[in-house]
């Protein structure tokens, strides 16, 4: 990574120059460096996931403010909003069950997803 003296014409410069070029600031002063594009394959376990998600947002809008009051009110006490408790309780089941996920449970719930 290089170091960066007046990058721009200008004291300090953060955010994307292009497509590809990235400027930030950290504790040794600013920074360039190359960002390379990043590879979306899509295997059939990621669209399927994308589907069962997609699905979850469709019927979390269908719910009406009585039904989100009550999800709201449950995720409370898991330092969570509404949304994302029923995103979890959807996800586990309609993707097989599975409770912690590949990445395990955090603090907004559970992610799921597909094995690529």
């Given at each position: 990574?290089?170091?960066?003296?007046?990058?721009?014409?200008?004291?300090?410069?953060?955010?994307?120059?292009?497509?590809?070029?990235v400027f930030s600031k950290?504790?040794?002063?600013?920074?360039?460096?190359?960002?390379?594009?990043?590879?979306?394959?899509?295997?059939?376990a990621r669209t399927a996931q994308r589907y069962i998600y997609t699905g979850g947002v469709s019927a979390w809008k269908l719910l009406n403010d009585e039904e989100k009051g009550v999800y709201n009110s449950r995720a409370k006490d898991k330092h969570m909003t509404g949304y994302n408790l029923f995103m979890q309780e959807y996800l586990n089941e309609n993707a097989g069950?599975?409770?912690?996920?590949?990445?395990?449970?955090?603090?907004?719930?559970v992610a799921i997803f597909g094995n690529s």
């Open positions: 990574m290089a170091k960066a003296k007046s990058p721009l014409m200008s004291f300090e410069a953060s955010g994307k120059f292009g497509e590809r070029l950290r504790k040794s002063g600013q920074q360039v460096r190359f960002q390379r594009a990043q590879k979306d394959k899509d295997s059939e069950g599975s409770s912690a996920g590949i990445y395990g449970q955090g603090l907004y719930g």
